[in-house]
């Protein structure tokens, strides 16, 4: 993805009370999405009238109403936004083909045949989520892949739910920080002009450790929630059939491994899996596609898995239409100037780097908007007082890696409660945005980490050994 996919030419806009009144309609949009989900609600169509407000309000505060509508539409309509609801919306079919052709089933049957309990197969899926995410380079394709196959199983063989919910989203996190094509990790690397290789590698560093530290926190939290199968023969319920629909995840992430676009890997995967399906008789044809004439409607799986992801879409569009504003208002500018003149040394440079990607992420609640905002300062500042290329890139990465993946108001903790829907056909309950955040233990890792680096300058020593900047006294 090159970066000018997400930046465009934007007017500029003035709003009524200033400061106050760019921020008036994020602090009303935070506030009722927090509202919501700490009440335990998961399902973002309900964030729809939140935004809706805030965008009306910020109509009434922007003093032109024509340059804010134009923003507001250019926002919505940036390419790299289609991009994320087609991924979206391939995955959650890929998702609903899996379910319907037994592969919850098989493995069930899998785990019974090897005797995995319900902790077991928690850490088995933060490894087989850690894999799959590394493969994608995608948090939200892992998401949306692992959560339809794994949280159900997990659900019936006793897992602890916000743990299991957790450890999926946490084996998202690890791919999103470090995987060679994800997005975080492309637009932190070429906006510091660093090297995406030798970035990469710097950051074992920090990964390995959260990764480590996760892996015992899942393990120690499961075992010592370890709850009773909701089905009392296990055995029972588990059917080798779906055995070969194993394949379609292995060819989703075998194209990606050899660089496909995402959108050809989903593509593809899918069509792959229903002519396995079809051929090995797993799937009804009826419900590839059937006419129900007397209602008028059309019935099929991929009508089932768009809607899915109907909800998501929707709350991505009118975010992406609010972020514009702020973008518009020069805001973020300013911010960029006061922080760049009252940084004075390298440290000082690391924490304004970090505070200022910490208020953009809060503020836009999308990480790669966020590093674009602070790219310009973030370079600046760290070329002035001598921040590698390398340690300014994997500062934004960590930061893009932590509130995402665990306050409730942001996209992938709002899509990883979403998908706990899909244990509903065993009666398996639904997690809270508030606990799968909570439960993250991989983005914990990654702020203690970050901690870490910051007051003790963990790794600065081999990061500067990459860095063919001069550095400038002030």
Not at 258 to 272: A, E, N, R, Y
Request: aromatic share 10%; proline share 4%.
């Amino acid at each position: 993805m090159k970066l000018d996919e997400t930046q465009e030419a934007l007017p500029k806009i003035e709003f009524y009370g200033g400061t106050l009144g760019v921020l008036l309609p994020f602090f009303v949009f935070v506030s009722g999405v927090i509202t919501i989900a700490l009440s335990g609600a998961p399902d973002e169509r309900g964030f729809w009238p939140v935004l809706i407000l805030a965008l009306g309000l910020g109509l009434l505060l922007c003093k032109d109403k024509t340059a804010f509508s134009q923003v507001v539409i250019s926002g919505m309509s940036q390419k790299i936004v289609m991009i994320m609801i087609t991924a979206w919306m391939l995955a959650s079919i890929i998702g609903v083909l899996m379910t319907l052709t037994g592969f919850v089933e098989a493995l069930i049957w899998l785990s019974d045949q090897v005797k995995l309990s319900g902790p077991g197969f928690i850490i088995a899926t933060f490894l087989i989520c850690c894999i799959v995410s590394l493969s994608t380079g995608s948090s939200f394709a892992t998401i949306l892949i692992c959560s339809p196959l794994l949280y159900p199983t997990g659900g019936v063989l006793g897992a602890h739910l916000p743990t299991l919910a957790g450890a999926i989203l946490g084996g998202a996190t690890f791919g999103d920080f470090i995987a060679p094509i994800s997005d975080t990790t492309i637009v932190s690397a070429l906006s510091q002009d660093a090297k995406i290789g030798p970035t990469i590698k710097s950051r074992f560093k920090y990964v390995f450790p959260a990764a480590l530290f996760a892996l015992v926190s899942f393990s120690v939290m499961a075992y010592n929630n370890v709850g009773t199968s909701s089905i009392a023969d296990i055995g029972g319920l588990g059917n080798p059939k779906g055995l070969p629909m194993l394949l379609v995840p292995a060819f989703i992430i075998y194209l990606f491994l050899k660089g496909k676009h995402l959108l050809h890997g989903l593509l593809f995967g899918l069509l792959f899996g229903t002519v396995l399906s079809l051929v090995f008789g797993l799937l009804p044809f009826d419900k590839v596609i059937a006419l129900d004439i007397e209602n008028f409607t059309t019935k099929s799986f991929i009508i089932d898995g768009i809607n899915r992801a109907v909800g998501l879409s929707f709350f991505t569009i009118l975010l992406m239409g609010l972020v514009a504003t702020l973008k518009a208002s020069g805001l973020m500018n300013r911010l960029v100037d006061y922080a760049t003149a009252q940084a004075k040394t390298e440290k000082h440079a690391e924490g304004w780097i970090v505070t200022v990607m910490s208020m953009a992420v809060l503020l836009t609640t999308h990480s790669i908007v966020a590093i674009l905002m602070v790219a310009d300062f973030t370079k600046k500042t760290g070329e002035r007082l001598g921040v590698s290329k390398t340690r300014r890139a994997n500062l934004l990465s960590l930061i893009a890696c932590i509130c995402p993946f665990i306050i409730p108001y942001f996209i992938p903790v709002i899509l990883m409660a979403n998908m706990t829907k899909t244990g509903q056909e065993y009666d398996i309950p639904q997690v809270s945005p508030l606990e799968v955040g909570l439960f993250n233990f991989m983005s914990w890792g990654l702020l203690i980490m970050t901690v870490i680096t910051f007051i003790f300058g963990w790794g600065k020593f081999n990061e500067r050994k990459d860095n063919d900047e001069k550095r400038y006294k002030t």
